[in-house]
């Protein structure tokens, strides 16, 4: 995750900063609460799904 996306996942975890990509945050955290409820879910694995979906959604790709 490059810095610019990092700054922006702050801003809406702190909420005290409006960020253009709250909708993306939310999808995002919406998928990767589904893949932890799954039975095949892997808990170190749920970080990064959650950071390559955010990543996916804002820029509309990702990087490996």
Excluded: C, H, W
Excluded at 34 to 47: H, K
């Amino acid at each position: 995750m490059d810095d610019q996306i990092s700054q922006e996942l702050i801003r809406i975890l702190r909420k005290n900063e409006q960020s253009d990509f709250e909708e993306s945050f939310e999808r995002a955290f919406e998928l990767t609460k589904a893949y932890a409820g799954s039975a095949n879910a892997q808990a170190s694995a749920i970080p990064f799904v959650f950071e390559k979906l955010f990543e996916l959604f804002v820029t509309g790709k990702t990087r490996n």
